[in-house]
């Protein structure tokens, strides 16, 4: 009986080697065109070209806000499931009433019917602490808001925000924190933005009659121009394609749509368990005044 496999033909070993490099050498090529691809071609301005710069090299992008506007880029494509991530520096110091926005829309504006996915930054007053609020729309319903404080400052350094979205479940994940899990029962009229593509967008604006404190705080204009930054966007999802969607089969070769991103693993409930029990601010699933009756995807278990 042998107990190790035979050596490799000899001729085998410098094949091998070659095929090591050149894989090496064309993930390299592959992730280098990847972080290269220019802003422009991804994306788009919304609204005030002239609140947006990048840096020399194109890799980091700035949004500003001042009196007269703000500003706000959104994919050139549409999506349905995968996952989105942007690195991300929220306006510092003084930043109450500016909200800046990563979020998904089936739709450029915000119409009677579309589906959305939302995080928003709410900034606030000089050592105050931003919170981040998350909202889901869906047909134009929203009203599931949760809100949750940081471990973090988000204006001191770029962290990772990101949607995973699959039919199962949309994870709201903050430097690979599942900050939250919004679940799929599979229900046809279940609440869970599944079937329209959305866009990517990302927006800073004035929201000081309802972000800080309620709108209690207003922006100090003296101190705009606000400005966020962002570098890194990476994506994996799948393309919608009219007129022939190329998105409409549930079950799909990608890792961003099997076993592991239907649920939560057991390090990521450990994160979760710990986001749950200190940073949750709001949640509508337990706003009994606002919801006598709670929305039905608010039996749905994050655990599963
Ligand atoms: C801003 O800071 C105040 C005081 O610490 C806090 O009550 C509030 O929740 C913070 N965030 C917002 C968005 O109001
Ligand atoms: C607005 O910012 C300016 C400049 O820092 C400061 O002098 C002023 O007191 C601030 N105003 C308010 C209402 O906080």
Redesign the pocket.
Known sequence: MRLRSPPPPPFLLPVLLLLLVLSIFMGFARAMSQSKASFKDQFDIMWSEDHFKTSEDGQIWYLSLDKETGCGFQTKQRYRFGWFSMKMKLVGG?SAGVVTAFYMCSENGAGPHRDEVDIEFLGN?TWQPYLIQTNVYKNGVGGREMRHALWFDPTADYHTYAFLWNNQQLTFMVDRVPLRVFKNNGKPNNFFPNEKPMYLFSSIWNADDWATRGGLE?T????APFESSYKDFSFDGCQWEDPYPACVSTTTQNWWDQYPAWHLSDTQKMDYAWVQRNLVIYDYCKDYARYPKLPPECSLSPWD
């Open positions: 003084d007053r207003k100090n204009w003296t101190l």
